[in-house]
Nanobody
Framework: QVQLVESGGGLVQPGGSLRLSCAASGFTFSLYAMTWYRQASGKERELVAT???????NYADSVKGRVTISRDNAKNTVYLQMNSLKPEDTAVYYC?????????WGQGTQVTVSS
């Protein structure tokens, strides 16, 4: 079955960096687009970045220029490199894949940006 396991979250000061990872299994990873979402407390889940099977990328305007999504098909892993972090980036970050007719989610990893 599809499994997505995020890691790499934590507490970081404003202006700092984090790299999130998402290890995927249960499907042919290289064939599917992967997406990072985030959900701040009391807010709706929002798309952060997407990477296609051919490694083309798209970003939310709120993170453009500060965030890079990448994938390693040999490791079945998608990454989210986040730089110049701001307090408003504080959220639970989820990776996700739309596989057949269903969207699958990981358990999420908490990112807290605070001094």
């Amino acid at each position: 079955q599809v499994q997505l396991v995020e890691s790499g979250g934590g507490l970081v000061q404003p202006g700092g960096s984090l790299r999130l990872s998402c290890a995927a299994s249960g499907f042919t990873f290289s064939l599917y687009a992967m997406t990072w979402y985030r959900q701040a407390s009391g807010k709706e889940r929002e798309l952060v970045a997407t990477i296609s099977s051919t490694a083309s990328t798209n970003y939310a305007d709120s993170v453009k220029g500060r965030v890079t999504i990448s994938r390693d098909n040999a490791k079945n892993t998608v990454y989210l490199q986040m730089n110049s972090l701001k307090p408003e980036d504080t959220a639970v970050y989820y990776c996700s894949v739309f596989y057949f007719t269903k969207r699958f989610w990981g358990q999420g990893t908490q990112v807290t940006v605070s001094s």
